[in-house]
């Protein structure tokens, strides 16, 4: 896995721009063994850093189902229509994905039917 981060690896080979980082390699290190232990993890990293690459990279390539939450709606929605499909091509992911949101990110029929009853 951490080889996919090597200046010859996998994202650097499929990505236009990519760049290795240090600090990125050992997060992806570090994801993959929490995922393989399935511990809790915590990390925290600077902007630049390649975070990004460096969990979605490990969560593809562990064969089992992994969940990622973000902290907006934006940020969700970049991971599953910009970032996972590029790191998910350039590893050759053969996988399902899945973009999750809550109850509230849509319409309750019931709720409508309601309210179209009661005028409002």
């Not at 994202?11 to 511990?39: C, N, S, T, W, Y």
């Not at 562990?62 to 091509?89: C, E, F, H, N, W």
């Amino acid at each position: 896995m951490a080889d996919d981060f090597s200046p010859e690896g996998q994202l650097a080979q499929a990505i236009p721009g990519f760049k290795p980082r240090e600090p990125q390699r050992q997060m992806a290190h570090a994801v993959a063994h929490a995922i393989d232990k399935a511990q809790p993890l915590v990390v925290e990293a600077g902007t630049g850093t390649g975070k990004t690459y460096a969990y979605l990279a490990p969560a593809l390539r562990a064969k089992k189902k992994v969940i990622i939450s973000t902290g907006s709606k934006a940020l969700q929605d970049q991971l599953y229509s910009r970032d996972l499909p590029t790191v998910a091509k350039a590893l050759k992911y053969k996988g399902r994905l899945a973009l999750l949101k809550g109850r509230s990110n849509y319409l309750c029929l019931e709720r409508l039917e309601q309210q179209a009853l009661a005028g409002g």
